[in-house]
């Protein structure tokens, strides 16, 4: 199984001041997705061919970036064109300039393959200039443009993140931390065919930022632009409401309505589609939602969240990987940001036409999902609950695809 989505590095609060980086974020694909992961060491070799192709339109220089935790070391690197695995070397505090790990990425019109190892990291694409990596004593520092003074900040990039293991590929476009450069990514199986996920409509890159833009209660303030009026990226809502671009008590009207709902009815959690026999219920009683089981004992209890817990699906609703929190938490969290908790009592709902109809709601993430060409999206980090996110994986992949598609 993939890991869950956690953090390369942490970095000390004095650290982060002196250097103006901010730790690195996810940077694990499928987070919480169970596969098979024994008995296919034959069919997966130690590295596969992945193709990267320039539709985008820009004339830019694009560089790559193959970056992760060696899976059969533990230990943190690059992976060259071939896909050798390189190591860190050793860095500093404050952090010092990492060994530049870039490849000439393709021109528009033009494909570029290079081989994906064994990794669970991510592939860093740029437009027009290399990325500026750094290394702390814990490790890889990565761009987190959410704080201004970060030397990427200006920089026109994006990521896909992925794990390619014994059990398989897992690859997906993820806008857990903001939405950019559009791509998409696929994988080829064993019988020729292929599986894609992440093209926006036509006319889908523009429109998911006129939504933002035309979204009263400080939505628009998630767009970062350049000096010159480019846009950059839309940050997602967690990072806008922690940076305080978005209001800190833009989901509480919704949040006080759903501890209103269950402080007088129950709230049933049925967290494993494969276990319909497994339920939880909650019911709020002062500040906290306890959860208990089918024989009436308390397995867990919630204190009321806040927009940075929803959206970031953490703090207040943080979910641990074990059998009982995490997952009525991965519920809740969905349930809160598609604004579907009140509409349905039992969750997690499956049904996306009832996602996002409140007028509290992760817009971003509505945005987002509205403008993909198959409705699939990675617009917080639990959207895999009920198989919502754009992520393709096979057992047996072939090879692996990044298509960089037009901004329009």
């Known amino acids: 199984m993939p890991p869950i989505r956690k953090p390369l590095v942490s970095l000390t609060a004095a650290a982060l001041l002196t250097t103006g980086l901010v730790a690195a974020g996810p940077a694990t694909a499928a987070p919480g997705r169970a596969a098979p992961e024994a008995g296919n060491t034959a069919a997966v070799p130690a590295t596969i061919p992945i193709t990267i192709t320039n539709k985008s339109g820009r004339n830019d220089r694009v560089y790559l970036y193959n970056l992760g935790t060696d899976l059969a070391t533990g230990r943190q690197g690059w992976a060259d064109a071939n896909g050798t695995f390189h190591p860190w070397p050793a860095g500093g505090n404050p952090p010092t300039p990492a060994p530049d790990a870039s490849i000439a990425g393709p021109a528009?019109?033009?494909?570029?393959?290079?081989r994906l190892p064994k990794f669970s990291g991510r592939v860093y694409f740029s437009y027009g200039q290399k990325l500026d990596f750094r290394l702390t004593t814990g490790g890889l520092v990565q761009p987190a443009v959410q704080n201004p003074s970060d030397p990427n900040r200006n920089i026109l990039f994006n990521w896909t993140e992925y794990?390619?293991?014994d059990g398989g590929l897992w690859i997906n476009s993820t806008q857990v931390d903001m939405v950019s450069a559009p791509y998409a990514v696929g994988v080829?199986?064993?019988n020729g065919t292929t599986k894609?996920?992440?093209?926006?409509k036509p006319g889908g890159y523009n429109a998911f930022y006129n939504a933002l833009k035309s979204q009263s209660g400080g939505w628009a303030n998630l767009i970062q632009t350049r000096s010159d009026g480019t846009i950059l990226r839309a940050l997602s809502p967690g990072h806008a409401v922690g940076t305080g671009v978005l209001p800190a008590s833009v989901m509480n009207d919704y949040i006080n309505r759903v501890w209103t709902k269950y402080a007088s009815s129950t709230l049933t959690v049925t967290p494993f589609k494969d276990q319909p026999n497994t339920k939880y219920f909650g019911r709020v009683s002062g500040n906290?939602?306890?959860?208990?089981n089918g024989a009436g004992a308390v397995v867990t209890s919630f204190q009321k969240p806040d927009a940075d817990s929803v959206f970031g699906c953490h703090k207040l609703l943080d979910a641990p990987n074990d059998a009982v929190r995490g997952p009525i938490s991965r519920t809740l969290c969905a349930g809160y940001n598609r604004s579907t908790l009140l509409s349905n009592p039992n969750q997690p709902d499956a049904d996306n036409a009832n996602f996002y109809k409140d007028a509290v709601t992760n817009h971003y993430a509505r945005a987002i999902h509205a403008q993909m060409a198959d409705g699939k999206a990675y617009a917080f980090a639990f959207d895999d609950v009920g198989n919502h996110e754009s992520l393709v994986t096979d057992g047996n992949p072939q090879a692996a695809f990044i298509t960089l598609d037009p901004f329009s």
């Not at 906290?288 to 208990?292: A, D, L, P, R, W």
């Open 188 to 190: 080829k199986l064993a």
């Open 196 to 200: 894609n996920t992440g093209h926006l």
């Open 163 to 165: 794990t390619l293991n």
């Open 108 to 114: 528009n019109g033009q494909s570029l393959t290079i």
């Open 288 to 292: 906290v939602m306890n959860f208990t």
